[in-house]
């Protein structure tokens, strides 16, 4: 662990080189996002965070290990695979909507889409295929749409994640409104994200030990033990916005998709390897 001093002066470097707007461009952001941790944890390979705490609790860790030995996600995916191969009542099914038939996909979600002008999360593409074949969308949070984004983040393991800022400043600004989101202090107890996912990572608050957001979103859906379900990505934003006493905004909302988008941006490059398994 670090003194505070040093944390303080890594903290400054990151917050300076992210309120650059000039000279910092998402990359130049993504890379003072990854040096941030690397500085703070030499010990931990970036490729770890994909793991979220346990890349930084070893004890947490070897419970986790075990989990994953019979993991309770996998129903999910056999479930979200079954869905996912049958096909609509006109006789097109999610694989026409998808590039290479929605297999291996994940890592280019949330993708912008020039024709609409924003953020396309993964559900939303999922949702967005039924409706245009004449099906009714799911719930965000049913358990069909869980299963079948737990089943295409299966067959996308291993792939590093991609997400695309294309040259269009609708893009830009969507990714802008994903940081500021990121970094704003909110609720009656004022945190921002960053200050338990980034100044605060690997430490506690109260009883809870706290992950990195590098990585975050690498590993979604999350089967969690807690609950005895599988839950998507916009789900946990709910719960951490809730958990600060400010009024969460709903699962797909303009604000989630664009914070998923900051967020898995900052991810570029770790892989996919959802769904994952946590308390
Ligand atoms: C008061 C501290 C706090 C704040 C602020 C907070 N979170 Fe969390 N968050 C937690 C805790 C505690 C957990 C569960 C332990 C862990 O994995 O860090 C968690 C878990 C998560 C996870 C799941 C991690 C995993 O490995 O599956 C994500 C994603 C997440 N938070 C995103 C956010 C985002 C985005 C924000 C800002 C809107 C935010 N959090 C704000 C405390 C916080």
């Not at 946990?236 to 809730?242: A, D, E, L, P």
């Amino acid at each position: 662990m670090l003194r505070p001093a040093i944390r303080r002066f890594l903290l400054l470097c990151l917050a300076t080189i992210l309120s650059m707007p000039a000279l910092a461009g998402p990359e130049e952001d993504r890379e003072a996002f990854r040096a941030y941790f690397s500085q703070r944890f030499p010990d931990v390979p970036l490729d770890e965070y994909v793991n979220g705490i346990y890349a930084l609790d070893p004890k947490a860790r070897e419970q986790w290990l075990d989990i994953e030995q019979f993991p309770p996600y996998e129903f999910a995916v056999e479930q979200g695979e079954v869905l996912f191969r049958q096909a609509f009542a006109n006789g097109n099914g999610y694989a026409d909507c998808f590039d290479n038939g929605g297999v291996g996909v994940r890592q280019h979600y949330p993708r912008f889409d020039p024709a609409l002008g924003e953020v396309v999360t993964l559900e939303l593409a999922l949702n967005r295929c039924r409706t245009r074949n004449g099906e009714s969308a799911y719930a965000w949070d049913s358990d069909e749409l869980v299963a079948l984004s737990a089943y295409m983040a299966w067959t996308s393991r291993g792939n590093p994640i991609d997400v695309e800022i294309p040259d269009d400043p609708r893009a830009l600004a969507a990714y802008e409104a994903g940081k500021r989101f990121y970094y704003s202090k909110r609720g009656q107890l004022n945190f921002a994200c960053s200050d338990c996912h980034v100044t605060s990572a690997g430490s506690y608050v109260r009883a809870d030990h706290l992950s990195a957001s590098l990585g975050h979103p690498s590993h979604f859906p999350v089967y969690r033990s807690k609950l005895g379900k599988v839950i998507s990505l916009h789900s946990r934003f709910y719960g951490c916005v809730r958990d600060v006493r400010a009024r969460p905004f709903e699962e797909q909302s303009e604000e989630y998709r664009n914070l998923e988008y900051f967020l898995t941006y900052m991810s570029n490059g770790l892989v996919v390897n959802g769904p994952g398994a946590r308390k």
